[in-house]
Protein backbone atom coordinates (compact mmCIF):
# COMPACT_ATOMS: atom_id res chain seq x y z
CA UNK A 1 0.00 0.00 0.00
CA UNK A 2 1.18 3.65 -0.87
CA UNK A 3 1.74 5.63 2.17
CA UNK A 4 -0.21 8.88 2.52
CA UNK A 5 2.41 11.73 3.13
CA UNK A 6 0.65 13.93 5.75
CA UNK A 7 1.46 17.32 7.86
CA UNK A 8 -0.36 18.15 11.33
CA UNK A 9 -1.62 21.28 11.23
CA UNK A 10 -2.04 21.99 14.91
CA UNK A 11 -2.17 23.52 18.41
CA UNK A 12 -1.71 20.53 21.24
CA UNK A 13 -4.39 20.10 22.79
CA UNK A 14 -5.66 16.88 24.85
CA UNK A 15 -7.37 15.60 21.35
CA UNK A 16 -4.19 16.68 18.73
CA UNK A 17 -2.54 14.35 20.70
CA UNK A 18 -4.40 11.76 20.34
CA UNK A 19 -4.70 11.97 16.68
CA UNK A 20 -0.75 12.17 16.48
CA UNK A 21 -0.49 9.25 18.93
CA UNK A 22 -2.98 7.16 16.41
CA UNK A 23 -1.14 8.11 13.21
CA UNK A 24 2.34 7.31 14.95
CA UNK A 25 1.18 3.75 15.16
CA UNK A 26 0.46 3.40 11.33
CA UNK A 27 3.20 4.27 10.00
CA UNK A 28 2.73 1.60 7.08
CA UNK A 29 -0.14 3.90 5.93
CA UNK A 30 0.61 7.55 7.23
CA UNK A 31 4.15 9.13 6.66
CA UNK A 32 4.08 12.31 9.02
CA UNK A 33 6.45 14.59 7.39
CA UNK A 34 6.07 16.94 9.78
CA UNK A 35 3.91 19.04 12.19
CA UNK A 36 3.38 22.84 12.35
CA UNK A 37 1.85 24.47 15.18
CA UNK A 38 -0.33 27.46 15.17
CA UNK A 39 -2.58 29.79 18.08
CA UNK A 40 -5.69 28.28 18.30
CA UNK A 41 -6.32 26.30 22.03
CA UNK A 42 -3.45 28.40 23.69
CA UNK A 43 -0.93 30.89 22.11
CA UNK A 44 1.46 28.98 19.53
CA UNK A 45 4.92 29.19 22.32
CA UNK A 46 3.06 27.11 24.63
CA UNK A 47 1.28 24.49 22.25
CA UNK A 48 4.27 23.74 20.37
CA UNK A 49 6.08 22.87 24.12
CA UNK A 50 3.53 20.41 24.66
CA UNK A 51 4.05 18.92 21.35
CA UNK A 52 7.73 18.69 21.77
CA UNK A 53 7.29 17.71 25.34
CA UNK A 54 4.73 14.41 23.99
CA UNK A 55 7.33 13.37 21.55
CA UNK A 56 9.69 13.24 23.33
CA UNK A 57 8.12 11.56 26.11
CA UNK A 58 7.19 8.73 23.07
CA UNK A 59 11.34 8.87 22.08
CA UNK A 60 9.66 9.84 18.89
CA UNK A 61 11.68 12.75 16.88
CA UNK A 62 9.84 14.75 14.27
CA UNK A 63 10.09 18.32 12.30
CA UNK A 64 8.05 20.75 14.26
CA UNK A 65 7.49 24.35 12.87
CA UNK A 66 5.99 27.15 14.31
CA UNK A 67 3.67 29.19 12.85
CA UNK A 68 1.34 32.02 13.50
CA UNK A 69 0.68 32.93 17.02
CA UNK A 70 -2.73 34.85 16.37
CA UNK A 71 -5.40 34.73 13.99
CA UNK A 72 -5.76 37.11 10.24
CA UNK A 73 -7.78 39.70 11.96
CA UNK A 74 -9.54 38.72 15.76
CA UNK A 75 -7.47 38.62 18.58
CA UNK A 76 -6.50 35.05 20.09
CA UNK A 77 -8.74 33.42 22.47
CA UNK A 78 -7.10 30.48 24.29
CA UNK A 79 -9.36 28.02 25.99
CA UNK A 80 -7.88 27.30 29.56
CA UNK A 81 -11.42 25.58 30.34
CA UNK A 82 -11.02 23.11 27.87
CA UNK A 83 -7.13 22.23 28.48
CA UNK A 84 -5.95 24.06 31.10
CA UNK A 85 -3.18 26.63 31.55
CA UNK A 86 -0.92 25.17 29.80
CA UNK A 87 -2.80 23.62 26.69
CA UNK A 88 -2.07 20.16 27.86
CA UNK A 89 -2.96 19.86 31.53
CA UNK A 90 -3.22 16.37 33.17
CA UNK A 91 0.09 14.07 32.36
CA UNK A 92 3.77 15.21 33.68
CA UNK A 93 5.73 15.29 30.77
CA UNK A 94 9.33 15.44 30.30
CA UNK A 95 11.50 18.78 29.39
CA UNK A 96 11.70 18.36 25.76
CA UNK A 97 14.44 17.23 24.02
CA UNK A 98 12.54 17.39 20.42
CA UNK A 99 12.94 21.43 19.29
CA UNK A 100 11.33 22.96 16.52
CA UNK A 101 13.23 23.56 13.55
CA UNK A 102 14.30 27.23 12.32
CA UNK A 103 11.59 27.28 9.74
CA UNK A 104 8.18 29.01 9.84
CA UNK A 105 4.83 26.74 9.50
CA UNK A 106 4.12 27.71 6.15
CA UNK A 107 7.88 27.91 4.55
CA UNK A 108 7.76 23.99 5.55
CA UNK A 109 4.09 23.71 4.16
CA UNK A 110 5.84 25.19 1.13
CA UNK A 111 9.01 23.11 1.16
CA UNK A 112 7.29 20.14 1.49
CA UNK A 113 4.56 20.73 -1.18
CA UNK A 114 6.97 21.91 -3.48
CA UNK A 115 9.27 18.24 -2.56
CA UNK A 116 6.39 15.83 -2.26
CA UNK A 117 3.86 15.02 -5.56
CA UNK A 118 1.24 14.74 -3.05
CA UNK A 119 0.55 15.94 0.64
CA UNK A 120 -2.68 15.48 2.63
CA UNK A 121 -2.63 18.46 5.65
CA UNK A 122 -4.53 17.10 8.54
CA UNK A 123 -5.46 20.37 9.86
CA UNK A 124 -6.66 20.49 13.86
CA UNK A 125 -6.75 23.82 14.88
CA UNK A 126 -7.44 27.24 13.88
CA UNK A 127 -6.62 27.25 9.95
CA UNK A 128 -4.48 30.59 9.85
CA UNK A 129 -1.08 28.85 8.50
CA UNK A 130 -2.84 26.95 6.19
CA UNK A 131 -4.88 30.28 4.59
CA UNK A 132 -1.65 31.85 4.49
CA UNK A 133 0.20 29.19 2.38
CA UNK A 134 -2.89 28.77 -0.17
CA UNK A 135 -3.09 32.31 -0.29
CA UNK A 136 0.98 33.13 -0.95
CA UNK A 137 1.51 30.11 -3.24
CA UNK A 138 -1.58 29.51 -5.21
CA UNK A 139 0.09 27.52 -8.08
CA UNK A 140 0.68 24.69 -5.17
CA UNK A 141 -2.65 24.10 -4.13
CA UNK A 142 -3.08 21.16 -6.70
CA UNK A 143 -0.28 19.49 -4.53
CA UNK A 144 -2.88 19.17 -1.92
CA UNK A 145 -4.37 15.86 -2.29
CA UNK A 146 -6.79 17.05 0.57
CA UNK A 147 -7.44 19.02 3.69
CA UNK A 148 -9.05 16.66 6.25
CA UNK A 149 -9.95 19.06 9.14
CA UNK A 150 -11.59 18.73 12.43
CA UNK A 151 -13.94 22.62 12.48
CA UNK A 152 -17.06 23.60 12.29
CA UNK A 153 -21.15 22.34 12.76
CA UNK A 154 -24.31 21.20 11.60
CA UNK A 155 -26.29 22.88 13.82
CA UNK A 156 -24.44 23.13 16.95
CA UNK A 157 -21.65 24.70 18.91
CA UNK A 158 -19.25 24.72 21.21
CA UNK A 159 -17.91 28.62 21.85
CA UNK A 160 -21.50 30.12 20.04
CA UNK A 161 -24.80 28.44 20.35
CA UNK A 162 -23.67 28.07 16.35
CA UNK A 163 -19.81 27.85 16.11
CA UNK A 164 -17.06 25.49 16.67
CA UNK A 165 -13.76 26.59 18.07
CA UNK A 166 -11.40 26.24 15.26
CA UNK A 167 -13.57 28.25 13.05
CA UNK A 168 -14.89 30.91 15.42
CA UNK A 169 -11.29 31.41 16.13
CA UNK A 170 -9.86 32.62 12.99
CA UNK A 171 -13.19 32.73 10.74
CA UNK A 172 -11.07 34.91 8.16
CA UNK A 173 -8.80 31.97 8.08
CA UNK A 174 -11.54 29.40 7.47
CA UNK A 175 -13.06 31.49 4.58
CA UNK A 176 -10.16 31.37 2.42
CA UNK A 177 -9.22 27.74 3.02
CA UNK A 178 -13.24 27.01 2.16
CA UNK A 179 -13.51 28.98 -0.68
CA UNK A 180 -9.71 27.54 -2.02
CA UNK A 181 -10.73 24.83 -4.08
CA UNK A 182 -8.69 22.72 -2.28
CA UNK A 183 -10.76 19.20 -1.81
CA UNK A 184 -11.90 19.15 2.05
CA UNK A 185 -12.85 16.63 4.54
CA UNK A 186 -15.02 17.96 7.14
CA UNK A 187 -15.26 16.58 10.68
CA UNK A 188 -17.68 18.74 12.51
CA UNK A 189 -18.87 18.70 15.98
CA UNK A 190 -21.76 16.49 15.41
CA UNK A 191 -19.46 13.79 13.87
CA UNK A 192 -17.38 13.77 16.90
CA UNK A 193 -19.69 13.68 19.13
CA UNK A 194 -20.93 10.89 17.68
CA UNK A 195 -17.80 9.18 17.52
CA UNK A 196 -17.39 9.85 21.69
CA UNK A 197 -15.52 7.44 23.61
CA UNK A 198 -16.69 6.26 27.16
CA UNK A 199 -15.42 6.83 30.37
CA UNK A 200 -14.83 3.21 31.10
CA UNK A 201 -12.92 2.60 27.99
CA UNK A 202 -10.57 5.84 28.80
CA UNK A 203 -10.20 4.51 32.92
CA UNK A 204 -9.42 0.96 31.33
CA UNK A 205 -5.75 2.23 29.94
CA UNK A 206 -4.36 2.76 33.44
CA UNK A 207 -1.22 0.24 33.81
CA UNK A 208 -1.75 -1.07 30.17
CA UNK A 209 1.67 0.12 29.26
CA UNK A 210 3.60 3.40 28.82
CA UNK A 211 1.50 4.81 25.77
CA UNK A 212 -1.89 3.98 27.18
CA UNK A 213 -0.65 5.60 31.15
CA UNK A 214 0.09 8.84 29.21
CA UNK A 215 -3.37 8.53 27.01
CA UNK A 216 -5.19 7.62 30.17
CA UNK A 217 -4.34 11.02 31.92
CA UNK A 218 -4.36 12.90 28.97
CA UNK A 219 -7.95 11.71 28.69
CA UNK A 220 -8.66 11.92 32.23
CA UNK A 221 -8.26 15.57 32.23
CA UNK A 222 -9.93 16.27 28.36
CA UNK A 223 -13.12 13.89 29.77
CA UNK A 224 -13.94 16.45 33.15
CA UNK A 225 -16.25 18.39 31.51
CA UNK A 226 -17.91 15.55 31.09
CA UNK A 227 -17.55 13.55 33.87
CA UNK A 228 -18.91 16.56 36.00
CA UNK A 229 -22.03 16.32 33.98
CA UNK A 230 -22.66 12.78 34.31
CA UNK A 231 -21.95 11.89 31.11
CA UNK A 232 -20.58 8.57 30.23
CA UNK A 233 -18.33 9.68 27.33
CA UNK A 234 -16.39 11.94 25.91
CA UNK A 235 -15.74 13.52 22.38
CA UNK A 236 -11.58 13.27 21.39
CA UNK A 237 -12.67 15.83 18.51
CA UNK A 238 -9.46 15.61 16.78
CA UNK A 239 -8.96 11.72 16.33
CA UNK A 240 -11.58 11.48 13.94
CA UNK A 241 -9.79 12.63 10.63
CA UNK A 242 -7.09 10.18 11.56
CA UNK A 243 -9.33 7.82 11.87
CA UNK A 244 -11.13 8.32 8.73
CA UNK A 245 -7.68 8.08 7.09
CA UNK A 246 -7.28 4.88 8.65
CA UNK A 247 -10.51 3.16 8.15
CA UNK A 248 -12.72 5.29 6.16
CA UNK A 249 -14.93 2.55 6.05
CA UNK A 250 -16.62 3.59 9.62
CA UNK A 251 -17.57 6.79 7.64
CA UNK A 252 -20.93 7.97 5.10
CA UNK A 253 -19.76 10.98 3.52
CA UNK A 254 -22.30 13.63 2.22
CA UNK A 255 -21.13 16.48 -0.59
CA UNK A 256 -21.50 19.34 0.76
CA UNK A 257 -21.60 23.54 -0.19
CA UNK A 258 -20.01 25.10 3.28
CA UNK A 259 -20.41 28.73 4.04
CA UNK A 260 -18.02 30.89 6.79
CA UNK A 261 -19.62 33.31 8.60
CA UNK A 262 -16.98 35.89 9.34
CA UNK A 263 -19.06 39.10 10.50
CA UNK A 264 -22.01 37.89 12.29
CA UNK A 265 -22.70 39.29 15.33
CA UNK A 266 -24.08 36.33 17.17
CA UNK A 267 -22.63 33.67 14.30
CA UNK A 268 -19.05 34.44 14.14
CA UNK A 269 -17.58 31.31 12.58
CA UNK A 270 -20.32 29.33 12.48
CA UNK A 271 -20.53 26.76 9.12
CA UNK A 272 -23.97 26.81 6.80
CA UNK A 273 -23.78 23.70 5.61
CA UNK A 274 -25.92 23.11 2.70
CA UNK A 275 -26.39 19.26 1.85
CA UNK A 276 -28.58 19.75 -0.72
CA UNK A 277 -26.53 21.17 -3.17
CA UNK A 278 -24.03 18.69 -4.06
CA UNK A 279 -23.75 20.10 -7.19
CA UNK A 280 -21.88 23.48 -5.60
CA UNK A 281 -19.75 20.84 -2.76
CA UNK A 282 -16.37 22.21 -1.78
CA UNK A 283 -16.36 19.99 0.81
CA UNK A 284 -16.91 16.05 1.93
CA UNK A 285 -18.83 15.78 5.07
CA UNK A 286 -18.59 12.82 7.33
CA UNK A 287 -22.12 12.73 8.10
CA UNK A 288 -22.16 9.63 10.25
CA UNK A 289 -20.13 7.01 11.23
CA UNK A 290 -21.55 3.42 11.01
CA UNK A 291 -20.12 1.49 13.75
CA UNK A 292 -18.82 3.65 16.91
CA UNK A 293 -17.65 0.04 18.71
CA UNK A 294 -15.21 -0.40 16.09
CA UNK A 295 -13.95 3.00 15.84
CA UNK A 296 -13.49 2.92 19.94
CA UNK A 297 -11.86 -0.39 19.61
CA UNK A 298 -9.80 0.70 17.05
CA UNK A 299 -8.47 3.92 18.79
CA UNK A 300 -7.41 1.44 22.18
CA UNK A 301 -5.46 -0.68 19.18
CA UNK A 302 -3.80 1.96 18.21
CA UNK A 303 -2.27 2.80 21.63
CA UNK A 304 -1.49 -0.89 22.40
CA UNK A 305 0.28 -1.14 18.69
CA UNK A 306 2.45 2.13 19.95
CA UNK A 307 2.88 1.07 22.69
CA UNK A 308 4.93 -1.99 20.95
CA UNK A 309 6.25 0.51 18.67
CA UNK A 310 8.29 2.50 21.20
C1 LIG B 1 -11.41 21.79 18.67
O1 LIG B 1 -11.00 22.82 19.56
C2 LIG B 1 -9.76 22.49 20.13
O2 LIG B 1 -9.64 23.00 21.40
C3 LIG B 1 -9.68 20.98 20.05
O3 LIG B 1 -8.34 20.54 20.08
C4 LIG B 1 -10.34 20.71 18.73
O4 LIG B 1 -9.41 20.88 17.67
C5 LIG B 1 -12.78 21.28 19.09
O5 LIG B 1 -13.71 22.30 18.92
CA1 LIG C 1 -6.98 21.01 18.22
Redesign the pocket.
Known amino acids: MEKRKIIFD???????IMAIMNALAHPEQLEILGYTTVC??NYVDKVTRNLCQVLTALGKDGKVAVGYDAPLVLDPDP?PA??GESGLDGPTLPEPTVQPINQHAVEFLHEMAVKHEKITIVA??PLTNIAVFLKTWPELKEKIECITL??GSRSSG??LPRA???IYEDPHAAKLVFESGVPIVMSD?EI?LECATPHTMIDALKGQGKVQDLAHDILQFFSLYNRRRNVPQSPV??LVPVMHMLHPELFVEKPCKVQIETAGKYTQGMTIVDDADAEHANVRLLGHCVDVEAYNAYFMENLKILNERI
Not at 10 to 16: A, F, M, N, V
Open positions: CDPGHDDGNQAHLAMGNIEFNICFD
